[in-house]
């Protein structure tokens, strides 16, 4: 199966600063990206689904300001959490998929702790 | 619009017990359907998925599924529950659009 790498994997923040979070396709190319967020107990809320070139498509409710997506590459995808606070923490996962129609594939998470 | 029930937040078996978990689903559209499985502080791994093909879909490590449209339903089962099966599991639903809609997940304990 193709790997979805997600990097880092934990990552305390202090409040007010920005963090950001990569999801790599190690071994293919993706077309698309989606980016989910993780509520303890909770289900996987989509936040945003970003195309490779093109600006990201925000899911209703999520400040497109706040949580900033970049696909600048077929194979690197970000999502920086600009000046976070206590409440951003939690569990955010990316995937990718080749083309539509395909498979999407999950990184391993990113826990974000704010401080 | 489309969404996914998931009855049961806990289900707890024995190993070597059968494992039922249910997913529900509600759709406008001919759906596309999938269980994952997450494991702590892990990404999503697919199980399995429906694609309007076979209504019973066989998976990895064990687990099948089957679609029926009349009860809505797509519950996920195994005939015989491992330790290493337990994980958190989710469902969900998509249409033509690729987006996925999760249920709340369940997750299974095995106790030996």
């Known amino acids: 199966g193709a790997v979805v790498s997600q990097h880092p994997s934990r990552v305390i923040c202090k409040s007010g600063t920005s963090v950001k979070i990569e999801c790599r396709s190690l071994d293919f190319q993706a077309t698309t990206m989606f980016w989910y967020r993780q509520f303890p107990k909770k289900s996987l809320m989509l936040m945003a689904t970003s195309n490779e070139g093109s600006k990201a498509t925000y899911e209703q409710g999520v400040e497109k300001d706040k949580f900033l997506i970049n696909h600048a590459s077929l194979t690197l995808s970000t999502l920086t959490v600009t000046s976070a606070h206590p409440e951003d923490s939690s569990f955010y996962i990316c995937?990718?998929?080749?083309?539509?129609?395909?498979?999407?594939?999950f990184g391993q998470g990113t826990r974000l702790t704010v401080v | 619009a489309q969404s996914v029930t998931q009855l049961g937040s806990h289900v707890s078996v024995s190993e070597g017990a059968l494992v039922l978990l249910r997913c529900n689903y509600s759709s406008s559209v001919p759906p596309y359907l999938f269980w994952y499985v997450q494991y702590p502080n892990q990404g999503l791994q697919l199980l399995l998925k429906?694609?309007?093909?076979?209504?019973l879909v066989k998976g990895i490590n064990g687990f099948e599924a089957e679609f029926k449209k009349s009860e809505t339903s797509f519950h996920l089962t195994k005939p015989s529950a491992h330790m290493s099966d337990a994980a958190e599991y989710f469902c969900?639903?998509?249409?033509?659009?690729?987006?996925?809609?999760f249920g709340t997940g369940t997750r299974l304990q095995v106790f030996p």
């Open positions: 969900a639903v998509s249409d033509n659009t690729d987006k996925l809609i």
């Open positions: 429906y694609t309007s093909a076979a209504t």
């Open positions: 995937s990718a998929r080749r083309q539509s129609g395909t498979e999407a594939f």
